[in-house]
């Protein structure tokens, strides 16, 4: 069958390098795509929020099945623009609904959700311009830190954490009356701060069924050590060791499952994936469990750049069973090795950068992957940078030492002018004992 998969980013070129092994896919069309996409079909010049030309599109090239990469076409309600045409509601689409995707894209309604469903998320309650004043007094009742979150999509940046009291208040008036993230501020959610470690899990669900893929843990800062400025993801390892068996039962017993029922329940149609922004907190007994600081309505990037290298199942195969329902009669087949995943980055990222220089040695990677972000082929050939994440190296191992190692040879070997790349990736992980 014929597939077209939307997105530009490294999480696409993983997800579409996927998706070119299947046998099932005959022509893969990727838009926009990068100059790695190109690797695995054919880019396509098509906007990612133009519902109608992507429609054409589709029925122009008898594409069977369209995968949704990043969250905007979904909280936009793509699957429900399919839904509504007599011939695309045939097409399958991986992605939840305008009314699922509302679990990423507004904070207030998931958090109702969860509140809904008992899942364990951070005690919370939502303010807006008219209740600026009580919003500000309910601060003072909380002990630091204070966490902040604009309610709705700030690309990754609306979320903020302040130690102190003041600067809370005068933060959350410039949210609400101010604007701060534009309409995405105009109402704020204040939670208590939860005191863990991060990780991600992903599920994939046909609304009924679920496969829980491998866990990773991401890192968002631009500098080593967790330090500087928030950055897209400068790399992810995967599987996260901390999340051994006894913690992924209480993921799925008290989160998967009680959110897919959840989904059930409310009606919400939902085929696609959920990716479970998790915090492993210490509790009273001593055991880590799990708390949702967050759902996204697709999969992580750079998540996806270590979780499905290690999918050995054919992933077309499991989206057709995501379509018609029948996930429970397949089966996951995940590669039991580590996956670790370095972000290579153009210098002045996440301030200003610039595009448009030639990348050299990338045929010097050893075993490793590579996927592409911000990628660009010139007339003449050559891959240019075009954007501030470019590329990442991707290997997987028997060991996660091993695995960090390669793609750091593999990152030092690939150049151009003013790269950057975190060296600690993943570092953290090897310094915790698991009980
Ligand atoms: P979010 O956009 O909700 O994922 O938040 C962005 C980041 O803020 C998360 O990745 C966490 O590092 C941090 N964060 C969010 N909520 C909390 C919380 N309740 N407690 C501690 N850290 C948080
Ligand atoms: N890696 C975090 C995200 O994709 O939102």
Same mark, same amino acid.
């Given at each position: 069958m014929n597939i077209l998969l939307l997105g530009s980013g490294g999480r696409e070129h993983a997800i579409a390098a996927s998706i070119a092994k299947s046998e099932l896919c005959d022509r893969l069309f990727i838009a926009p795509g990068n100059a790695g996409t190109t690797e695995c079909g054919t880019n396509v010049d098509l906007k990612i929020d133009d519902f109608e030309s992507i429609g +054409?599109? *589709?029925?122009?090239? $008898?594409?069977?099945? *369209?995968?949704?990469?990043?969250?905007?076409?979904? *909280?936009?309600?793509?699957?429900?623009?399919?839904?509504?045409?007599?011939?695309l509601k045939n097409v399958a689409l991986i992605g939840p609904s305008a009314q699922g995707a509302q679990l990423e894209g507004s904070k207030d309604f998931a958090k109702m959700f969860m509140q809904r469903h008992n899942i364990p998320t951070a005690a919370y309650k939502t303010f807006t311009r008219d209740t600026l004043k009580e919003g500000q007094k309910f601060l003072s009742t909380l002990n630091a830190p204070y966490v902040l979150k604009?309610?709705?999509?700030?690309?990754?940046k609306g979320v903020l954490i302040l130690d102190n009291l003041k600067e809370a208040k005068q933060e959350l008036k410039a949210m609400l009356e101010d604007a701060?993230?534009?309409?995405?501020?105009s109402r704020v959610v204040i939670e208590q701060y939860l005191d863990g470690i991060e990780l991600s899990v992903f599920v994939l669900t046909d609304g009924k069924h679920y496969k829980i893929l491998p866990s990773a843990k991401d890192y968002k800062r631009i500098g080593e050590g967790d330090t500087g400025l928030n950055t897209g993801g400068m790399g992810s390892v995967s599987p996260v060791v901390f999340?051994? +068996? %006894?913690f992924m039962q209480k993921v799925e017993r008290d989160i998967v499952?009680?959110?897919?029922?959840?989904?059930?329940?409310?009606?919400?149609q939902y085929k696609g994936f959920i990716f479970l922004g998790l915090m492993a907190v210490k509790?009273?007994?001593?055991?880590?469990?799990?708390?949702?600081? %967050?759902?996204?309505?697709?999969?992580?990037?750079?998540?996806?750049?270590?979780?499905?290298?290690?999918i050995k199942s054919d992933v077309v195969e499991l989206f057709n069973a995501v379509w018609d329902g029948t996930l429970n009669n397949k089966k996951l087949d995940i590669d039991e090795r580590s996956a670790a995943c370095v972000m290579l980055t153009a210098g002045g990222y996440p301030e200003s950068y610039k595009k448009g220089d030639t990348i050299? /040695?990338? $045929? %010097?990677?050893?075993?490793?992957?590579?996927?592409?972000? /911000?990628?660009?082929?010139?007339?003449?050939?050559?891959?240019?940078?075009?954007?501030?994440?470019?590329?990442?190296?991707?290997?997987?191992?028997?060991?996660?030492?091993?695995?960090?190692? +390669?793609?750091?040879?593999?990152a030092e070997n690939i150049k151009w002018k003013g790269r950057y790349y975190r060296h600690d990736i993943g570092q953290?992980?090897?310094k915790i004992s698991i009980s």
């Open positions: +054409k599109f *589709v029925i122009d090239n $008898d594409i069977k099945m *369209v995968v949704v990469g990043p969250e905007a076409p979904l *909280v936009g309600g793509i699957a429900d623009f399919f839904a509504d045409n007599e011939i604009a309610d709705g999509l700030a690309a990754g701060k993230f534009g309409d995405a501020s999340a051994n +068996k %006894e499952i009680p959110t897919i029922k959840g989904l059930q329940k409310e009606n919400i509790d009273a007994d001593g055991t880590l469990a799990p708390y949702v600081i %967050e759902y996204n309505v697709r999969m992580g990037d750079p998540e996806t750049e270590s979780v499905f290298p290690r050299n /040695g990338l $045929d %010097e990677i050893g075993e490793s992957l590579v996927f592409h972000a /911000g990628t660009k082929r010139t007339a003449s050939g050559n891959i240019v940078t075009n954007g501030g994440r470019v590329l990442c190296v991707t290997t997987l191992s028997h060991s996660l030492p091993e695995a960090l190692l +390669k793609s750091l040879q593999a953290d992980l090897l």
